[in-house]
């Protein structure tokens, strides 16, 4: 079983940053891929970022290209989304999750686990 926490969310300005982490514990071996998602109410579901757990190779969707960098710490289980230059429409809850596949998707229902959510709302 794998156990996901994210931290990191809050409030901010248009233009501003925000860092958020997600700590994995349990059987880490369960899943090569992490990944971000984000829903805003009455929205579906959206994939930011995905890395691979063991080559670093990253994805992202289209709308955060430039302005997100997914990426994880070295000889730790934590993976983090650096956000950068921020939108209104940013506004999200953030979920973490893992995924057993062996080629990155934004695609929710290739990841198994997944975090409580940490939400960002970003002010213009």
């Known amino acids: 079983q794998v156990q996901l926490v994210e931290s990191g969310g809050g409030s901010v300005q248009a233009g501003g940053s925000l860092r958020l982490s997600c700590a994995a514990s349990?059987?880490?071996?369960?899943?090569?891929?992490m990944g971000w998602f984000r829903q805003a109410p009455g929205r579906e579901r959206e994939g930011v970022a995905t890395i691979s757990t063991r080559s670093g190779s990253a994805y992202y969707a289209d709308s955060v290209k430039g302005r997100f960098t997914i990426s994880q710490e070295n000889g730790k289980n934590s993976v983090y989304l650096q956000m950068n230059s921020l939108k209104p429409e940013d506004t999200a809850m953030y979920y973490c999750?893992?995924?057993?596949?062996?080629?990155?998707?934004?695609?929710?229902?290739?990841?198994?686990?997944w975090g409580q959510g940490t939400p960002v709302t970003v002010s213009s």
């Open positions: 349990g059987y880490t071996n369960s899943y090569n891929y």
């Open positions: 999750a893992a995924g057993p596949m062996l080629t990155g998707s934004l695609h929710q229902y290739a990841y198994k686990y």
